[in-house]
């Protein structure tokens, strides 16, 4: 959480620049951007009533929101596609129970009968289908893990493809539930998840 505010936005970009040795790079991903203008409006992105949600982020090839079954961000996915920007989902496993930002309240995503049901056909574990999922919907996801088993399932998904309707089935477990909720920014004047997405 540092560099983000418009006047150090790009001293943070110069400093990445530095330690990488390079005179670009291809994408700079700001984690929770709350100010910067790299050139005039080539793009804001909208809510559904057409409010800016980042007023001063105006160019953006990337969004990554959370994103797995339980909160799919349908709206969000369709609004990327049509405006070319790939949406980039982090915990798409439905994140691990640190209390410092997970919300005990919901329900665990890996637990989900549908997902357990589907990857039984496929012979395949409910993490592997809610990843799975998102590679056939076009979502780019970060699956984590410190688990060098659980690594290696996380990458064996380009071996089977789910159907229409598994898919379908999949989309009809979104429960608009969010794991991320980092209480501890909740005051903050840009908190960022008050709006949907
Ligand atoms: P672990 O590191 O012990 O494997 P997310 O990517 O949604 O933030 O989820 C990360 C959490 O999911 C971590 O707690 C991680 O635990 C767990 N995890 C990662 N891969 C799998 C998997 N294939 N099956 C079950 N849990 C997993």
Redesign the pocket.
Known sequence: MSYLSPALVRKGLELTLKSLKLDYIDLFLIHWPTGLKLSEGVLFPKDASGNLLYSDVDFCETWTVEC?PYLNQSKLLKYCKSNNIVLVGY??????PDPKWFNPNNPIL?NDPELRKIGEKHNK?A?QVALRYQIQRDVVII?????PG?MK??KEIFDFQLTDEEMKAIDGINKNCRYVIVKQLIDHPKYPFHEEY
């Open positions: 797995h915990s798409p496993l439905g994140s691990s890996l574990t993490a699956p984590k893990s410190f688990n659980r399932q996380n």
